[in-house]
């Protein structure tokens, strides 16, 4: 069954440092979100990209952040300069549409744990 | 603003049923639910669109009432496999969201032998 990757797993990182957090996500699919879950916490959403631009995006994701496909298949988050508040799980989730243009569900990645030191 | 679950918590034997709820204060275009173990992603279990059409896992059922935004998520005969923390997310009514989801703030259901 076709499924959603990130890389890496984990990162760990000094603060003020550039990151790169990577998806590939489901191939056939057209909408893709970055969310993030600060441990405990609940999971709230980053962005959405469709159509090869940002689609939506909430507070948290500000100057310091950027999404990107490159290639057609990776989708990419990076944060330009870390903070120790952006220490949490962040996940990619992809999801594909039906014909008429009814969003169906959404599917998680593993994840990538980033630790801002 | 994010929606309310109900329940906060749950525990349960194995066999016995348990409802989980979700609240919306504003109109919904679908509410998704995710179960996630900890340290693990959230693992979609069922999509439930406006207008009635309901997809998901075969031994999970849910409701969406769109008039009262809310859903409610049925785990019948619970087995161990269902402890976690179950997580509704909703994506607003009005065409420009894109697929948001605003996740509550988790229901932790916890299944005894």
């Known amino acids: 069954e076709p499924e959603v990757t990130q890389t890496p797993s984990h990162q760990v990182t000094q603060m003020g440092q550039e990151v790169i957090l990577r998806c590939v996500p489901i191939s056939n699919h057209l909408y893709f979100y970055w969310y993030r879950q600060i441990l405990g916490q609940k999971v709230e959403f980053l962005v959405s990209f469709y159509n090869n631009e940002i689609s939506e995006k909430s507070e948290i994701f500000d100057d310091q952040f950027s999404v990107e496909r490159p290639d057609g298949s990776n989708f990419t988050l990076k944060i330009r300069s870390t903070k120790l508040e952006d220490s949490a799980m962040y996940f990619c989730?992809?999801?594909?549409?039906?014909?008429?243009?009814?969003?169906?569900?959404?599917?998680f990645g593993p994840g990538t744990r980033l630790t801002v030191l | 603003q994010q929606p309310v679950q109900s329940p906060q918590a749950v525990i349960l034997r194995e066999g016995e049923d348990a409802v989980i709820n979700c609240s919306s204060s504003k109109a919904l275009y679908s509410v998704h639910w995710y179960r996630q173990k900890h340290g693990e992603a959230p693992v979609f279990l069922m999509i439930l669109l406006k207008g009635g059409e309901q997809k998901g896992h075969e031994k999970i059922s849910a409701s969406f009432n769109e008039k009262k935004q809310q859903s409610s998520l049925y785990l019948t005969a619970s087995q161990l496999s269902y402890s976690g923390t179950y997580f509704c997310?909703?994506?607003?009514?009005?065409?420009?969201?894109?697929?948001?989801?605003?996740f509550g703030q988790g229901t932790i259901l916890t299944v005894h032998p």
């Open positions: 997310g909703t994506e607003g009514a009005g065409g420009t969201s894109y697929g948001k989801l605003t």
């Open positions: 989730a992809s999801g594909s549409v039906e014909r008429g243009g009814r969003r169906n569900e959404q599917f």
